[in-house]
């Protein structure tokens, strides 16, 4: 289909990927010079599908520390998007993944979800929404990728510490249940993204 299937495969995805920046850079104090949600002139813009120009103060130790989330907000936004649109469309699918991933790890489950008859048209509906977020969403670019490490490594460093003193205090069971919690809804939705990227990936080299 040329260069801009992508846009027709996975255009909300680049639109859902280049939002997460620039919210995230407006939540650090950085300054948006300018942004493009979709680019659909791709033959033009050299390969750019989008993109969100932001600067900051780097005496802002605040600023510097937003940009090791400011390069990987694609992935939380386009899984909190996926596990809301699972959440709603499929409350099933939902339901049962949270279910698999608590008893592969030995832990309790409970849920209010009430699953109910299977609407198929939300399925599908579900389906092309998820594809679409999969194909044009979750890939990083080089310059997402080079602007993340230095301040992604200072952010792990604290991290590291903060759960070390959490730890020590005795509140390991504290750390366990939100991390377990957070971690349940990702490895959902990378499940399911892993799944639409291998299926699409078959589909194009049949």
């Known amino acids: ?18 939002l997460s920046h620039l919210l ?3 939540i650090f104090g950085h300054h948006i010079n300018g942004f ?17 120009n932001h600067s900051w103060n780097k005496k802002n130790y605040y600023q510097f520390m937003g940009n090791a989330l400011i390069g990987t907000a694609p992935i939380f936004g386009c899984t909190f998007v996926l596990l ?7 409350p099933g699918i939902y339901q049962w993944g949270l279910q698999q991933m608590a008893g592969m790890l030995g832990l309790p489950f409970s849920t209010n979800i009430s699953g109910g008859p299977t609407n198929w048209l939300l399925v599908i509906v579900w389906d092309v929404l998820s594809i ?3 194909i044009g969403g979750f890939d990083l670019s080089n310059a997402d990728l080079k602007s ?20 020590l205090f005795g ?3 504290v750390i366990h249940h939100y991390l377990f919690i957070v ?24």
């Open 84 to 90: 809301l649109l699972t959440r709603l469309l499929v």
């Open 148 to 167: 993340t490490v230095p301040s992604f490594v200072a952010l792990f460093v604290i991290t590291g510490l903060f759960l070390f003193l959490f730890v």
């Open 1 to 18: 289909m040329g260069p801009k299937s992508i846009v027709y495969v996975g255009g909300l995805g680049i639109i859902v990927h280049e």
């Open 36 to 52: 493009r949600l979709l680019i659909t002139d791709v033959e033009n813009s050299g390969g750019a599908l989008g993109y969100v």
């Open 171 to 173: 509140q390991a069971a």
């Open 132 to 134: 679409n977020i999969t």
């Open 24 to 26: 995230v850079a407006i």
């Open 183 to 206: 971690l349940s809804w990702f490895i959902l939705v990378m499940v399911i993204s892993l799944i639409w990227s291998l299926l699409v990936n078959m589909l194009v080299r049949i």
